[in-house]
């Protein structure tokens, strides 16, 4: 990870932009015991904090440095050692935002989240779309190179965070009882829009506008580059 990059990504419309649209999906969650795994800067914990009890779980310290608390949650240090130690039933939404495209194991990780929700309880999971990689490189980069190499699910760099690796919902769930609710895209058209848009007054709002527009609909959030799944334990 290069931490000033990821820092200052976060810092951009774009970045922020992103978070917009996070907020949004989340913003219904109330009086729920929540676990964020993964929680880099703890920019979600915090949002979620105001309604919620948050347990924030991160290996990175240097993240944890700089974390945002505006208001109050717990926070520890660590990864999937830190899930083994708590118990069954423990949690009512488990929140994993861009996580598994950098573990060598992401079953594992979804079959900890298992055993630690509630029946009934619900895994919130953004993962990288292959789709909306593959239509970024092809319309915004011009790079056929990069897309064909996604497509055919190889490993690829990401702006801050090193190396991720596609993974299919469907590999890291199997024979386990989460099921999909339901999906929604972020950040749909940003990737698709050529830089110098970005800089033009009202853009922000108005990109912004659209995304939450159409974020849960097909075909839009089909293509998105990210995808946010609603995991439901059965």
């Known amino acids: 990870m290069d931490l000033q990059e990821y ?6 419309p774009w970045g922020q932009l992103y978070y917009e649209i996070v907020f949004q999906q989340l913003i ?3 009086n729920q015991k929540i676990l964020d ?8 914990s ?17 993240l944890i440095n700089e974390r945002k608390d505006t208001y109050d ?14 118990p069954d039933a423990s949690f009512d939404i488990i929140i994993c935002h861009n996580v598994l495209e950098y573990v060598e194991d992401p079953a594992s990780y979804l079959k900890e989240f298992a055993r630690l929700l509630k029946v009934g309880g619900k895994v919130s999971l953004i993962k990288h779309n292959q789709v909306g990689r593959i239509m970024q490189a092809v319309v915004f980069e011009n790079n056929i190179k990069k897309a064909r190499a996604l497509e055919a699910g190889q490993a690829y760099q990401t702006h801050s965070m090193g190396e991720a690796h596609l993974y299919k919902l469907e590999d890291v769930t199997q024979d386990l009882p989460l099921e999909i609710q339901d999906y929604q895209g972020i950040r749909v058209f940003y990737g698709l829009q050529i830089n110098e848009f970005k800089t033009v007054p009202d853009w922000h709002e108005n990109l912004l506008g659209m995304e939450l527009a159409v974020y849960d609909q097909s075909p839009y959030r089909d293509i998105a580059a990210f995808q946010h799944l609603w995991l439901r334990k059965i």
């Open 37 to 44: 795994f993964g929680s880099g800067f703890g920019i979600v």
């Open 7 to 12: 820092k200052k990504y976060i810092q951009e």
């Open 46 to 62: 915090n949002f979620l904090a105001q309604k919620n009890q948050v347990l924030a779980v991160e290996p990175n310290q240097q």
């Open 73 to 86: 949650y717990e926070q520890v240090c660590g990864s999937i050692e830190v899930l083994d130690q708590l």
């Open 28 to 30: 219904n969650l109330e």
